[in-house]
């Protein structure tokens, strides 16, 4: 089952919990392992089944939660990694083989969160891995372990 832990890092005290992000009946998902980021004051989590949930940081307080099972094509065995937030963007590897942004506006309908995927072995017909990306000056890099066509 799980949960999220909200740990204070001055002396690693939990102060708060919260459930993790549901999982959906999908074909990709078993339970809801989840990877966390956190922006300025809010903890946005992905879990294997698609679905986010975001948490206010310090009070673990859902303020929204979303899910893009299809869209997204997680799988138990390779879930979202690494996920970081840019301007109010949650950026993250799906599956190992592509990268996915959500808009965390929270004037945004769940409906239009998903702003854009690129699947990088799909797009390029190769087969390798993505790995975590990182951010720098509104520019988001990952490395990829293949040969792009």
Same mark, same amino acid.
């Given at each position: ?12 005290? @939990? ?14 998902? !078993?339970? !809801?392992?989840a990877?966390? *980021?956190?922006?300025? *004051? #809010?903890?946005?989590? #992905?879990?294997?089944?698609?679905? @986010? ?11 929204? %939660? ?9 799988a ?5 990694? *690494?996920? $970081?937030?840019?301007?109010e963007?949650? @950026? ?6 592509? #990268?996915v942004?959500f ?10 969160? $998903?702003?854009?995927?690129?699947? @990088?072995? %799909?797009?390029?017909? #190769?087969?390798? *891995?993505?790995?975590?990306?990182q ?15």
């Amino acid at each position: 089952e799980g949960v999220l832990l909200g740990i204070r890092p001055s002396d690693a005290k @939990i102060v708060w919990t919260a459930p993790p992000p549901p999982n959906p009946s999908n074909g990709y998902s !078993a339970n !809801a392992a989840a990877a966390a *980021s956190g922006g300025t *004051s #809010i903890v946005y989590t #992905i879990g294997t089944a698609g679905c @986010i949930v975001a948490n206010y940081g310090a009070t673990g307080k859902e303020l929204w %939660q979303a899910c893009f099972p299809n869209a997204l094509h997680f799988a138990y065995e390779d879930p979202a990694t *690494s996920p $970081l937030v840019v301007n109010e963007t949650f @950026i993250a590897v799906n599956g190992g083989d592509g #990268i996915v942004a959500f808009d965390t506006s929270l004037t945004t309908p769940n409906a239009n969160r $998903l702003r854009w995927t690129q699947d @990088i072995e %799909q797009n390029n017909n #190769i087969e390798g *891995s993505t790995y975590p990306p990182q951010a720098s000056n509104g520019v988001v890099a990952t490395y990829f372990m293949g040969t792009l066509a």
